[in-house]
């Protein structure tokens, strides 16, 4: 199971950080990403971090701005957001998956999803 929260109503510039937080299998042998889903758009994936801590990015609008870490002792994976500006808005979901993050953050990559976490920005 994974759980999402952090979320919110931030303003243009703010930053935000989400939390992911895993229960029911062995987190520290499972890459983590971030994926974000903004209304009437496909699911992105965001970022990655891979069981071994190698972080991969994908977009490029958030290169910079975000940065994914993970906590194995206690099972969670942040993602700390900042320079937030209205293109950001979206649901943000944490998924689980293999080891390696992917060339390509395919959604059918990962075994696990949290229910998401709204992030609003808007002034």
């Known amino acids: 199971q994974l759980v999402e929260s952090g979320g919110g109503s931030v303003q243009p510039g703010g930053s935000l950080r989400l939390s992911c937080e895993a229960s029911?299998?062995?987190?520290?042998?499972?890459?983590m990403g971030w994926f974000r889903q903004a209304p009437g758009k496909e699911r992105e994936g965001v970022s990655c971090?891979?069981?071994?801590?190698?972080?991969?990015y994908y977009p490029d609008s958030v290169k910079g701005r975000f940065t994914i870490s993970r906590d194995n002792a206690n099972s969670k994976v942040y993602l700390q957001m900042n320079s937030l500006n209205s293109e950001d808005t979206a649901v943000y979901y944490c998924?689980?998956?293999?080891?390696?993050?992917?060339?390509?953050?395919?959604?059918?990559?990962?075994?696990?999803w949290g229910q998401g976490t709204q992030v609003t920005v808007s002034s």
């Open positions: 971090i891979s069981s071994s801590d190698e972080v991969t």
């Open positions: 029911g299998f062995t987190f520290d042998i499972y890459a």
């Open positions: 998924a689980a998956g293999p080891p390696a993050c992917p060339l390509v953050l395919a959604i059918a990559w990962f075994d696990y």
